[in-house]
């Protein structure tokens, strides 16, 4: 079995906002409930959010997508947060995946998973190479093997020139995990269980680890703020655009264009200049779609001209 929590407990200051970070959307879904999504097409069994600041805003989320939690009441660090998720999990894999990073990919998820059990490691850690790695935690090998996670504060000279970088995102062999937790300490300037510390307390048992390299670093780039926020949301949806045109839909002016990825489209359909298309909208095949519409949870049938400008599926409250 391969287990997932996926760390979902902390206010997120720099949101600047009353809601926890987590919920604010990227491309109309709730960051976490994309990570959820991924987590489930990627084959992880059963995914658990670990939930605390606003967890009232978090749970009926949670809820509505059938996702069971655990509650986190203290923030005690990111490897406390693993053992508040790991309470009924019994697995002998489990991936842990942060859920304010809202652009991952499935097929990363399982590259990481996969790789860790080919390599028959301990740990493998999901790590990228940014065009600036400033104040990140630096991946530190030995050849191919994950020596360490040094945090930048921590850092050498000869580390800092290091660009490879610590992402969270992590998979343990479920046989060791909850032994590694035992091992971790909060001798640290925050006081805190990281659970980072795991690759160093697995090293030091003599137990491999090793490191993940995902290519695009944008896609593992967590969400901390507003300017953030709104640039995934951007990159998601630049994402959505090209498989949908790749896959024959005509978009001639995509700039303005909105489309959820829980929109169907079909075959030989044009879509016009600033059209939003939410929710569970479908379009059928050779539709076209005019010029300023908006379409929330519609089904269109196939063959049907949309005049500019029109509007369906709307609601006051919505």
């Not at 600041?53 to 009441?73: D, H, K, M, N, T």
């Not at 859920?99 to 996969?114: A, R």
């Not at 990281?194 to 969400?223: H, K, Q």
Request: proline residues 5%; negative net charge.
């Amino acid at each position: 079995m391969t287990a997932c929590i996926i760390l979902a407990a902390g206010k997120g200051k720099r949101m600047e906002s009353p809601l926890p970070k987590v919920v604010h959307p990227v491309l109309g879904v709730p960051m976490v409930i994309m990570v959820v999504r991924r987590a489930i097409e990627a084959g992880l069994e059963n995914p658990i959010v670990v939930v605390g600041y606003g967890r009232e805003s978090v749970i009926p989320l949670l809820e509505l997508e059938g996702v069971p939690w655990a509650v986190q009441e203290e923030q005690l660090g990111t490897a406390h947060a693993v053992v508040c998720g790991m309470e009924d999990v019994t697995a002998d894999s489990v991936t842990v995946l942060l859920g304010d990073v809202p652009l991952l990919k499935s097929s990363t998820v399982s590259e990481l998973e996969e790789s860790r059990r080919k390599a028959g490691a301990a740990i493998a850690v999901l790590s990228t190479c940014p065009p600036d790695p400033s104040g990140y935690g630096r991946i530190i090998r030995n050849g191919d093997l994950l020596q360490a996670i040094v945090e930048e504060r921590d850092c050498s000279a000869q580390q800092l020139e290091i660009g490879e970088i610590n992402t969270g995102l992590m998979s343990f062999d479920g046989a060791v995990l909850s032994e590694l937790l035992r091992e971790i300490r909060t001798d640290n300037d925050q006081g805190e269980y990281y659970l980072t510390d795991a690759v160093s307390v697995a090293v030091s048992r003599g137990m491999p680890c090793i490191s993940v390299l995902a290519g695009d670093y944008s896609e593992v780039t967590g969400v901390n703020n507003r300017l953030q926020l709104a640039c995934a949301t951007e990159n998601l949806r630049q994402r959505v655009l090209d498989a949908h045109m790749t896959g024959g839909v005509n978009i001639p002016d995509p700039g303005g264009v909105w489309i959820e990825e829980s929109v169907g489209i079909g075959t030989g359909v044009s879509i016009g200049r600033s059209v939003r298309l939410t929710g569970k909208t479908v379009i059928g095949d050779y539709c076209a779609v005019g010029d300023g519409s908006i379409l929330i949870d519609t089904e269109v049938p196939s063959g049907t001209v949309m005049k500019p400008y029109s509007v369906m599926g709307w609601r006051a409250d919505r």
